[in-house]
């Protein structure tokens, strides 16, 4: 048997079954609470709402620049410039024996005849190198590494072991802005990781600094009700499903502002994108990170609630008169 905040024994199944209503019914009372005050209720959520998307749309801003950033890696090429000696069958030859490197993906050979006619064509110097004796550009070898080869440390490490060929003069790797990119996106994401910290710090206060006022405000009939038997959890059980309903409409607040703020700009960046010949488009938040944001915002809203009814409530008792 067990027994009840108002004194009746219940067997095991007779509670199993109550349970379940109980809890229903506390959380359709509490998020009629939330109606009865709405613009106290509205507020509360807005503020949690902006608090939870400042640190989302700068995940989403990061996310996206990732993208970019992978797009660029994936494009790196090493350009291998021959000694001005090397004749075309060893070119040739050079270019066979480079394809067979596991880390190579695509290689492509362009004779210093081509690199001047290339050259004569886009810097407009034509007429002037027309009077050169002899073509003073050399043999180059395009090397295209792999997707999994791409990093920046790993082209490095190819571009180390292409130079040892006898045949190469020198070789370039224009990898160095890339680099510092790749450390401001981690300079940025810590940045993200330490507002969102500080923000759902805040979120807690604020949930629990607002259920502590519902609290008071209910003093007297708490205390009453602990006089009739009931124990803090069933009192606590309301102030708790009020931190769940302020975390659900919060979570779903930050997540319409996110969408909003991320169509607005979705324009701007096709537009820009499309002036340098570019299918760029903003990626919204995801399904995943949807929830992601509903399930820490409840979470925090329960915390905030579960710290302030765990201090306040327990500081409740009714008087002796």
């Not at 410039?81 to 066979?96: G, I, M, S």
């Not at 300079?187 to 600094?209: K, M, P, Q, R, T």
Request: net charge neutral.
């Amino acid at each position: 048997m067990i027994r009840t905040h108002s004194g009746k024994g219940l067997s095991w199944w007779q509670w199993l079954l109550s349970m379940p209503i109980r809890h229903l019914q506390q959380a359709i009372g509490s998020l009629g609470d939330l109606l009865r005050t709405p613009v106290s209720s509205f507020m509360t959520i807005l503020v949690l709402g902006i608090s939870l998307s400042l640190p989302a749309t700068l995940h989403l801003f990061v996310k996206n620049a990732q993208q970019i950033s992978a797009e660029w890696e994936s494009a790196s090429q090493i350009s291998l410039f021959l000694k001005t000696d090397t004749a075309n069958a060893q070119a040739q030859t050079l270019v066979q024996r480079i394809k067979t490197f596991s880390e190579v993906q695509s290689v492509r050979f362009i004779s210093s005849d081509q690199a001047l006619a290339e050259f004569k064509r886009f810097s407009g110097f034509g007429d002037a190198l027309a009077y050169l004796d002899s073509n003073p550009l050399p043999a180059t070898i395009i090397v295209v590494p792999k997707p999994r080869y791409s990093q920046p440390k790993a082209t490095q490490e190819l571009l180390t072991k292409l130079l040892t060929e006898r045949d190469v003069e020198q070789g370039k790797l224009d990898l160095e802005w890339l680099t510092r990119l790749q450390a401001m996106l981690k300079l940025i994401e810590d940045i993200v990781l330490a507002l969102a910290l500080l923000l759902c710090l805040s979120v807690v206060l604020i949930i629990g600094n607002t259920i502590r006022l519902a609290i008071l405000n209910q003093r007297d009939a708490i205390a009453v009700m602990k006089l009739v038997g009931a124990t803090d959890a069933f009192i606590q059980r309301p102030f708790m499903y009020t931190g769940l309903w302020f975390g659900v409409f919060g979570g779903l607040f930050c997540c319409l502002v996110v969408t909003i703020l991320s169509e607005y700009l979705s324009v701007a960046i096709v537009n820009l994108a499309e002036l340098y010949q570019s299918s760029f488009a903003l990626n919204s938040l995801t399904f995943s990170e949807v929830v992601i944001i509903l399930a820490s915002a409840i979470a925090l809203g329960l915390i905030g609630s579960y710290l302030s009814v765990k201090q306040h409530i327990r500081a409740i008792e009714p008087s002796a008169d």
